[in-house]
């Protein structure tokens, strides 16, 4: 007598003379088809995530537009109206990122802080223009606006001190004017003003713009552009409110040293 035996459920049970023609389980179609809706539902459900990381994964990758607004031109520089050039120039240098390809109307370069891609811009269309090419890089790299950050200069602020702002207008500053014009009046997007003094007795606004610093508030100058290169570095890898908490702490340091 032939035996046969199966493991069910790891007990082994002997069967007797065992020919089986027809399967020993079989599914109702009725089950087969939601079997089938589950997996149709799993695999679209898998699909949909792929998806959205894919989305969010692109969204991480987008760079930052680091803008120095200015005028151009050996006229003026090194003057108090080009700050925003000159912070662009010393973050350049100290992340070793060349500034020498001429784009969308501005000197222009691509790099990394840490992990994170940047584009550096300085706008070559005089500074009541500015608009045109930041606007430019903008549309053309589709980054978000939170992630536009413009440098310019700021009678209102005493002089070399920084001040880093979210959202904002544009504080009667003509080039600021020209980038919230081409933006569509969005003023979403963080700024780092530079604050470059009042000017004295009755100068006119315009002329002390145009003026060049002094050799003593040059050296001062110099520091504020330091502490200007570390608040982006901590921008862009710590976050925004990390960042305005190091540049208002600079402040305190100072006014109390």
């Not at 089986?20 to 898998?46: A, D, E, H, K």
């Not at 109206?81 to 001429?102: K, L, P, R, Y």
């Not at 440098?151 to 880093?164: G, Q, S, T, V």
């Not at 982006?232 to 702490?249: C, H, P, Q, W, Y």
């Amino acid at each position: 007598m032939n035996i046969c035996s199966f493991w069910v459920s790891s007990i082994k049970i002997p069967f007797h003379g065992c020919r089986f023609s027809r399967p020993f389980f079989s599914l109702s179609s009725s089950s087969r088809n939601r079997i089938m809706t589950i997996q149709s539902s799993s695999s679209s459900t898998s699909s949909a995530s792929v998806s959205t990381e894919s989305k969010e994964k692109k969204k991480e990758n987008l760079p930052w537009l680091i803008v120095g607004l200015g005028n151009p031109g050996k006229k003026y520089a090194a003057t108090r109206h080009n700050v925003g050039f000159e912070m662009v120039d010393a973050i350049a240098e100290a992340e070793g990122i060349s500034m020498n390809t001429v784009s969308f109307k501005a000197l222009f370069g691509k790099g990394l802080i840490g992990d994170v891609p940047v584009i550096l811009a300085k706008p070559q269309t005089f500074m009541n223009s500015s608009g045109e090419s930041v606007g430019a890089i903008v549309s053309y790299y589709k980054i978000p606006l939170k992630q536009v950050l413009v440098i310019f200069d700021d009678l209102d602020l005493p002089f070399a001190k920084l001040r880093l702002l979210p959202k904002g207008g544009h504080g009667g500053h003509n080039g600021m004017k020209s980038v919230i014009n081409h933006f569509k009046g969005n003023t979403g997007f963080p700024r780092l003003r530079i604050g470059i003094g009042r000017p004295p007795g009755k100068m006119d606004p315009v002329a002390f713009v145009l003026r060049t610093f002094t050799k003593q508030e040059r050296e001062e100058l110099s520091f504020t552009l330091q502490d200007g290169i570390e608040a982006l570095r901590i921008l862009l890898l710590e976050g925004f409110d990390k960042s305005a908490t190091f540049v208002n702490s600079a402040k305190k340091i100072e006014q109390t040293g």
